[in-house]
């Protein structure tokens, strides 16, 4: 039955010629930058099309929450996209990274809608994976590009030790950050509407580390993925470049 409407839905949007079949192979630009933001569209678009397929073959507005979330998440790439194309003085720099890192987490966050997965009776299992899981490969790649984007500032500010000890740190406090919003319920206008509470929170497992054990395992746990992640995109990135300055 489920299938049956998909298909009906995908005949009926071609017969529209919404969606023109390709003639020719698309030729992108030499324009990375523009490419890579192309691609972040498409990839929205697709998150939001199968949610609101969902929505209408359920009748449900369940998973709706998705959008908010995705929102948050181009928040820190944003800023990071638009600082990285403008000269900041250090205090202006300093601020902005500052509002950059509240946000941040909020890009990693999507991988733990995963815990909203049920099984329903009018939607297969399947299809909800396949919602929760797009929509947290988007927010992982805002969280690795936005990193790599101000890593790449960085770069220009301070050494080359500083810059990864920084970025080190960030990638922990983005799993630190999960841990606040998943299960201390935490969010990043917190940091303003209610600070002394939000401190005192933090303050707390970090006097009695032993006494929240969840808090350092989230941490660590994710901080140490982040990082091996991080990693393997700057390994694959290094020799992309290495591989374009030989064919030159």
Same mark, same amino acid.
């Given at each position: 039955m489920f299938l049956e409407k998909l298909i009906g839905v995908m005949v009926e949007f071609r017969s529209l010629k919404v969606v023109k079949p390709l003639k020719n192979e698309i030729k992108m630009k030499n324009n990375p930058q523009r490419n890579l933001h192309l691609l972040l569209l498409l990839l929205s678009s697709y998150c939001i099309s199968i949610l609101?397929?969902? @929505?209408?073959?359920?009748?449900?507005?369940? !998973?709706?929450? /998705?959008v908010w979330n995705l929102i948050l998440a181009y928040i820190p790439f944003v800023i990071s996209s638009i600082i990285k194309t403008r000269r900041l003085k250090p205090l202006l720099f300093f601020m902005v990274f500052v509002v950059w890192l509240s946000f941040l987490p909020n890009a990693s966050y999507i991988i733990t809608d995963i815990f909203h997965l049920k099984q329903q009776r009018t939607i297969p299992l399947w299809f909800d994976l396949l919602l929760v899981v797009s929509f947290a490969v988007n927010g992982m790649l805002l969280f690795f *590009?936005?990193?790599?984007?101000?890593?790449?500032? *960085? /770069?220009?500010?301070?050494?080359?030790?500083?810059?990864?000890?920084? =970025?080190?740190?960030?990638?922990?406090?983005? +799993?630190? +950050?999960? !841990? /606040?919003?998943?299960?201390?319920?935490?969010?990043?206008?917190?940091? @303003?509407s209610n600070? &002394?509470? *939000?401190?005192?929170? @933090?303050?707390?497992?970090?006097?009695?580390?032993?006494?929240?054990?969840?808090?350092?395992?989230? =941490?660590?746990?994710? +901080?140490? *993925?982040?990082?091996? +992640?991080?990693?393997?995109?700057?390994?694959? &990135?290094?020799? !992309? &470049?290495?591989k374009s300055i030989l064919k030159r």
């Open positions: 609101i397929f969902r @929505i209408w073959f359920t009748a449900s507005i369940t !998973y709706m929450f /998705l *590009l936005s990193i790599n984007d101000m890593h790449t500032l *960085l /770069l220009t500010r301070v050494s080359r030790r500083v810059t990864w000890l920084v =970025t080190v740190l960030v990638l922990f406090l983005s +799993g630190f +950050g999960i !841990y /606040l919003g998943r299960y201390l319920r935490w969010n990043s206008w917190d940091v @303003i600070p &002394q509470l *939000l401190l005192f929170d @933090i303050i707390e497992r970090i006097k009695d580390p032993l006494s929240h054990p969840r808090t350092w395992g989230v =941490t660590i746990g994710f +901080g140490i *993925l982040f990082l091996l +992640g991080y990693l393997l995109l700057n390994v694959i &990135q290094s020799n !992309y &470049q290495e």
